[in-house]
């Protein structure tokens, strides 16, 4: 039985592919235990314990890709951003973009009932996805593969189209209601859909065929998220619930009661062990995805909660909020590390770079701002705007950011070499 061998490095996950019975299966070893040791040896010693079928010749091969992700994960010089381009998208509304695992190309949705995939180095319009008949409000790559785009719609239907061509494979029709967020689960073989008739479905990406209707919300659902190793999906609702879902079976696992506004954000740790949602009740919640309950409530903020995010390390979560802070959280104890304070209007997005190392906040104070975790300070502001910044995203590598705001422009940053 030969193995071939495969890794991510965000988070830091070796994956092999072996054949049994003439079916190829894949086989995926976290290797999250690096975050903590920041060395190899006992990581190793922990995949050859619980994979015995590695064999001595594959064990040195798994000491290479270990090697690897340590030196992508912890090995990085930190460089300062720079204007790199902004690109006026639609002449409509955006609502939202995405760039691709590389970086060198990004999507946009708009109000113009269209999807534009643009390339990031020359700012070109490379295609334009045609064919909803209303606002297109939610965009998806499937990462990492990014072959594939995931269009949802306020005319009830998603598509599934070729990134190279344009081609559509698939429109996919069974929501009642507008569609407000699509998902791909990360082996890139099943969407996700959420909906305004309360409705997540979970559609098969190669027929396009329907798989699961998830009946458990009251209201609009307006996050739809996998786990890690896919067993799971977790829906937030403006019924200030979250459903988790298994995968295999479409079963309602655990109904996530405590929130008492409509849900803004949900993640799952790296692990896929918890679960994080945030609310416009001002409250954030970890919650353990096996029994369902509540680890732990943060109140810290003082008005709505836009946004939260996981470090891939799961050693942070950061939260954004209407009361124009983002707190910096420790994910296992849930002390407060810092409160980052220089925004002037509220912050309505965060994200870590795949390292951890940095934040970035987007605000409707017309900036877009850098901070290092360590140090707990605020190490760039981007001032290039005119109206408020609505999305802020790094690419796979953490080396491109990207913005969206309400002019209608996207800005590029990237990491300035030495």
């Known amino acids: 039985m030969k ?55 594959n064990q040195e091969v798994i000491k290479f890709l270990l090697q690897k992700l340590l030196d992508k994960n ?55 996805l045609s064919g909803h008949k209303n606002v297109v409000c939610t965009i998806a790559w499937n990462l990492p593969f990014c072959d594939k785009i995931a269009t949802g719609s306020f005319d009830k239907t998603v598509k599934i189209w070729n990134a190279e061509n344009g081609e559509c494979y698939h429109t996919l029709r069974g929501h009642s209601g507008e569609v407000l967020c699509v998902t791909f689960n990360n082996q890139s073989s099943v969407i996700a859909t959420g909906s305004m008739d309360s409705l997540c479905i979970l559609w098969d990406v190669r027929s396009g065929d329907e798989m699961f209707k998830l009946m458990g919300h009251s209201e609009e659902i307006v996050n739809v998220v996998f786990s890690k190793n896919d067993a799971y999906l977790a829906s937030g609702s403006f019924d200030s619930t979250v459903c988790i879902w298994d995968t295999k079976t479409g079963k309602n696992v655990h109904k996530l009661i405590g929130h008492h506004r409509e849900i803004s954000s949900v993640q799952f740790s790296s692990d896929s062990s918890k679960v994080l949602s945030s609310s416009l009740d001002g409250t954030v919640k970890i919650w353990d995805v096996l029994t369902g309950g509540c680890i732990s409530t943060l109140t810290d903020h003082t008005d709505e909660i836009l946004d939260a995010s996981f470090s891939l390390s799961g050693k942070y979560i950061i939260t954004a909020s209407a009361d124009k802070t983002a707190i910096l959280y420790n994910a296992t104890t849930y002390d407060v590390i810092t409160i980052f304070k220089e925004h002037e209007n509220e912050i309505t997005k965060v994200m870590f770079n795949p390292q951890g190392t940095r934040v ?24 290039d705007f005119q109206n408020d910044v609505f999305s802020c995203s790094f690419n796979y590598y953490g080396d491109i950011i990207i913005t969206g705001s309400k002019e209608n422009k996207c800005n590029i940053y990237k990491q300035i070499q030495s």
């Open 74 to 128: 912890f090995n990085v010089e930190s460089h300062s951003f720079y204007l790199y381009k902004t690109i006026k998208t639609h002449s409509m509304p955006l609502t939202n973009c995405a760039l691709n695992k590389k970086g060198d190309k990004f999507i946009t949705g708009s109000y113009d009932r269209t999807c534009k995939i643009w390339d990031t180095e020359t700012g070109e319009e490379k295609l334009v």
């Open 360 to 383: 970035i906040t987007a605000s409707r104070d017309k900036t877009v701002k850098v901070w290092d975790t360590e140090s707990k300070k605020c190490i760039q502001t981007f001032s």
């Open 3 to 57: 193995h071939r061998y495969l890794i991510r490095y965000y988070p830091p996950t070796i994956y092999y592919e072996y054949k049994q019975y003439n079916t190829l299966k894949v086989k995926q070893i976290d290797c999250l235990q690096l975050y903590e040791d920041k060395d190899i040896e006992n990581t190793f010693k922990s995949i050859v314990k619980s994979e015995p079928s590695i064999n001595k010749k």
